[in-house]
């Protein structure tokens, strides 16, 4: 059964990089179509960010696009994202998941609460 | 506009029916996605393809579609299905994932 789990820095200092990992476990992240993150700041909606094709090609929120970068790794299983010049905005529980080719969004990694200071 | 809409807060009472709408131009061509997501918790899927349902979800969640907008149909509301809900497809390009703001279901 396919299980995502984030990780990486849980405070980030505003201005700077916000880096994320996500861990794939029991399937291989070169067979499924698309990894992506999705976001939500506390108290509201979800918001997608990006996803990355298992070949490699992505796919970007317009009104992110200038900051982030989504990629794989298929040596370690695992994607990331790098959001540069964060913001308090950025505040936010940053899910990682599995999208199908119908744009079918799950499994869902647990999130992880990524807090910008000042 | 790619935006999908749907209202804020849906309240009924246990053993009633609710239904959530979400409206958008982009559901006349790309499928919709169901997600519910408790508080603390992950989102999970509940309704795919519009009118599909995962194994594991109990047969009193239902989807169906019409034109621009998609409708998540609650029967015999239960106190556990009190949870946010929210709809997915992708814009009408097919390239991007797009997001209801959400509908806080109250079970009164």
């Known amino acids: 059964q396919l299980q995502l789990q984030e990780s990486g820095p849980r405070l980030v200092k505003s201005s700077e990089t916000l880096s994320l990992t996500c861990n794939v476990s029991?399937?291989?992240?070169?067979?499924?179509?698309?990894w992506g993150w999705i976001r939500q700041p506390p108290g509201k909606g979800l918001e997608w960010i990006g996803s990355?094709?298992?070949?490699?090609?992505?796919d970007y929120s317009s009104s992110l696009k200038s900051r982030i970068s989504i990629f794989l790794d298929t040596s370690k299983n695992q994607f990331s994202l790098k959001l540069r010049s964060v913001t308090a905005a950025d505040t936010a529980v940053y899910y990682c998941?599995?999208?199908?080719?119908?744009?079918?969004?799950?499994?869902w990694g647990q999130g992880a609460l990524v807090t910008v200071s000042s | 506009s790619d935006e999908l809409t749907q209202p804020p807060s849906v309240s009924v009472s246990p053993g009633q029916t609710a239904r959530i709408t979400c409206s958008g131009e982009?559901?006349?061509?790309?499928?919709s996605y169901w997600y519910q997501q408790k508080p603390g918790q992950a989102p999970v899927m509940i309704i795919f393809?519009?009118?599909e349902r995962p194994s594991g979800i109990p047969g009193r969640f239902s989807g169906s579609s019409s034109g621009t907008t998609v409708t998540l149909t609650i029967s015999g509301v239960q106190a556990e299905d009190e949870a946010d809900y929210y709809c997915?497809?992708?814009?009408?390009?097919?390239?991007?994932?797009?997001f209801g703001g959400g509908t806080q279901l109250t079970v009164l």
């Open positions: 997915q497809s992708a814009d009408t390009t097919g390239f991007y994932v797009v």
């Open positions: 393809e519009d009118t």
């Open positions: 982009a559901l006349t061509n790309q499928y």
């Open positions: 998941a599995s999208i199908s080719g119908t744009y079918a969004i799950g499994p």
């Open positions: 029991g399937g291989s992240i070169s067979s499924s179509y698309y």
């Open positions: 990355i094709y298992f070949g490699g090609s992505t």
